[in-house]
C-alpha cells in the first residue's frame, strides 16, 4: 500500500508537467509581448550611460498609461530616415523635449534650455577629461503636439533629432512620434557589474511645462 500511494503523486506530476511548462511558456510570451522585453546595446551613442553589449530591461506596459516623461530612456521604432532599414530597427535614446517644449542650444554656460530653463547635463559623454558638447551648433526649436525630441547621452556618436534636424530642418523628420515608443529602458542588468536603474536626472524635475 505504501509503494502505491507513493508512486500516485509520482505519476500524477509527469502527467501534469507537459501543462506546466506550457503555461509558463505562454507567461513567458505574453509578458515580452506586452509587458517587459530585454534589449542589448549594439552602440556606443548613449555611452557613458550605457555601453556597447549592456543589457537593459524595458518596460512595455508604462506608455499605455501615461505619456513618456522628459530624462527618461526610451527604446522606439526608429523612422527609416533614421536607420535606413525598411524593416524596422529599435533605437534608444534620452527624452529631451516633449510636445509643446520649446528647446534652444545654448545658454551662456553652455547648457540647452527647455521652456526658458537652463539643463544640466551631468551624464553627458566624457574622457579623459574632455566632454562632448550638448549640440555642435546653435539650434532653436518648438516640438510638435504628440513627438518627442530624443537625444544620445554620447552627442558626439549618435544619430538622434539633432542630426537630423541640422541636416534636414524639419522637426517632424528630427523627432519621435509617441506612439512609436516601444517603452521605458528602466534598469542595466547585465554584465552584473553595471547593474543599475536608469532614473530620471535631477536636472530635469526643475524643467517648466511649456
Not at 500524477?12 to 513567458?28: C, N, T, Y
Not at 527624452?95 to 553627458?124: A, M
Not at 579623459?128 to 510638435?144: C, L, M, W
Request: charged share 25%; proline share 7%.
Amino acid at each position: 500500500m505504501i509503494d502505491e500511494q507513493t508512486d500516485k503523486p509520482r505519476s500524477s506530476f509527469w502527467k501534469e508537467l507537459p501543462v506546466l511548462l506550457g503555461v509558463a511558456i505562454l507567461v513567458a510570451v505574453l509578458v515580452r509581448a506586452f509587458v517587459l522585453q530585454t534589449f542589448y546595446i549594439p552602440s556606443p551613442s548613449m555611452e557613458n550611460t550605457l555601453q556597447i553589449n549592456d543589457r537593459v530591461l524595458v518596460n512595455k506596459l508604462v506608455y499605455d498609461f501615461r505619456s513618456p516623461e522628459r530624462g527618461e530612456v526610451i527604446v522606439f521604432k526608429a523612422p527609416v530616415e533614421w536607420s535606413g532599414n525598411p524593416d524596422g530597427e529599435d533605437y534608444i535614446k534620452r527624452v529631451i523635449g516633449v510636445g509643446g517644449d520649446h528647446v534652444v542650444c545654448c545658454d551662456e554656460q553652455d547648457r540647452l534650455t527647455i521652456n526658458g530653463k537652463s539643463l544640466d547635463e551631468p551624464y553627458i559623454f566624457s574622457m579623459n577629461g574632455q566632454r562632448d558638447k550638448p549640440a555642435d551648433q546653435e539650434f532653436d526649436v518648438t516640438i510638435p503636439k504628440g513627438r518627442l525630441w530624443v537625444m544620445g547621452d554620447h552627442r558626439a556618436a549618435s544619430g538622434d533629432s539633432l542630426e537630423h534636424w541640422e541636416r534636414l530642418q524639419d522637426i517632424d523628420q528630427a523627432t519621435i512620434p509617441v506612439d512609436d515608443v516601444v517603452g521605458r529602458a528602466f534598469t542595466v542588468f547585465w554584465p552584473v557589474s553595471r547593474a543599475t536603474w536608469l532614473s530620471v536626472p535631477s536636472g530635469f524635475k526643475g524643467i517648466p511645462n511649456p
